[in-house]
């Protein structure tokens, strides 16, 4: 089935057809005078109701499909091709259904837009490959046509390679009226594919707190950090990373000893900005140790006064804990001491969208605030150890 046909030798969308125009093509297409555009076979008009309505179609006779020919088309697809090419046309682009160029063709082909010279649309509904997106995707460059596709949201993730991700828009839409508003956005620019290096540079916060050691140095015991990517994609919230403790399990999997240093020791950078800013001096880390708690195994780290190696905890069942939980850490108030790399804490994956995300600025506590629930409290619940044999 096919929403176009050929009709006294020009292209026509069955859809648009005023009423009285596409009763004739019916009766045209009886005579067999009415043809399919990719195989030239006479085509018999039709119309399928379905839930969103009526829908007008085309497809070969019965038994004149020819072998091979696949074309299952869902009252849905036709829906949401006809709706982008509804609004692309109504905007000003050149679009045409079930068009394509050399031995390919798209739902939708629009000529020049603000994506380029040519883009093929395709609505993908149904479960397709990951294989075999990647080969229709190449198929279309090589003609020097890229492709948007849209996957429906119950459909396959529709992943596509990140090596054509980049010129390739890949989204999922929800209904023919959002898969018009995506075509559009693409088409007029306004769409941007996020590479994800924007998080190279990410503002942190450092938590931690200030020690008074007995020796007499005072020094500053890391905690975490709260990293800020909501300033650079406004659709994301601020992320609380600990420098002491990680789970000992990633995605199912128990992660090495060596995974578990990485992980700890990769927002320290932050620890070492902030004894620069405020002349203060950054505790010494111990190798990160397997620990058993009621929520599972996690690897935790000690941090120790510089000078006489007296270890601090905080109360917590497993030697560390802070007075409030991680969702309240991120309104952490001190000031951005440094930018790092926020990409292997954010688990985010490159992608398409439809509109900028305006950078948001995160609420905070007051310093007061902050000061009563956080520092005073975890102050007062600081445990000093004396030092441990073993490596530093
Ligand atoms: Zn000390």
Redesign the pocket.
């Known amino acids: 089935m096919g929403c176009t046909a050929i009709v006294d030798g020009k292209r026509v969308v069955g859809a648009f057809l005023p009423d009285e125009e596409w009763r004739r093509v019916v009766k045209l297409s009886k005579q067999r005078q009415v043809f399919m555009p990719d195989t030239k076979l006479p085509a018999l008009a039709k119309t399928v109701r379905w839930r969103g309505g009526i829908t007008r179609f085309f497809s070969h006779f019965p038994g004149e499909t020819p072998e091979g020919y696949t074309c299952n088309e869902s009252p849905e697809h036709a829906a949401q091709k006809l709706a982008i090419y509804a609004r692309l046309q109504e905007l000003g682009f050149t679009v045409e259904l079930e068009a394509g160029i050399d031995d390919w063709r798209a739902d939708v082909l629009v000529g020049p837009s603000a994506f380029g010279p040519s883009l093929a649309i395709e609505v993908q509904l149904t479960r397709q490959s990951a294989q075999v997106t990647y080969e229709r995707t190449e198929q279309r460059s090589a003609s020097g046509v890229p492709t948007l596709w849209l996957f429906g949201k119950n459909a396959s993730t529709g992943h596509v390679g990140a090596d054509l991700l980049a010129s390739n828009p890949v989204f999922v839409a929800e209904d023919a009226t959002h898969a018009a508003a995506i075509a559009q956005s693409v088409c007029s620019g306004a769409a941007f594919f996020d590479d994800l290096s924007g998080f190279e540079q990410t503002p942190a916060r450092p938590i931690g707190v200030k020690v008074a ?5 005072s ?1 500053l015991r890391p905690i975490g950090v709260v990293l800020l990517p909501n300033r650079i994609r406004g659709d994301l919230k601020p992320v609380y990373v600990s420098c002491s403790v990680t789970s000992a399990k990633r995605r199912g999997r128990s992660i090495t000893m060596s995974e578990a240093e990485d992980h700890l020791r990769r927002y320290l950078k932050v620890f070492w900005r902030a004894a620069e800013t405020y002349g203060i001096t950054v505790g010494e880390f111990r190798i990160a140790t397997r620990v058993r708690t009621d929520a599972g195994a996690v690897y935790r780290r000690d941090y120790a ?6 270890r601090v905890h905080t109360k917590g069942t497993i030697g560390f804990g802070t007075p409030i939980p991680g969702d309240e850490l991120v309104r952490c108030p001190l000031p951005v001491v440094a930018h790092v790399d926020a990409r292997p804490a954010l688990k985010l994956e490159p992608a398409w969208f439809a509109e900028p995300h305006t950078p948001k600025v995160e609420s905070v506590m007051s310093n007061a605030e902050w000061k009563v629930r956080f520092i005073d409290r975890a102050r007062a619940s600081m445990l000093m150890l004396a030092p441990e044999d073993g490596v530093y």
């Open positions: 050691c007995k020796c007499g140095l020094w006064c510089p000078q006489c190696r007296l």
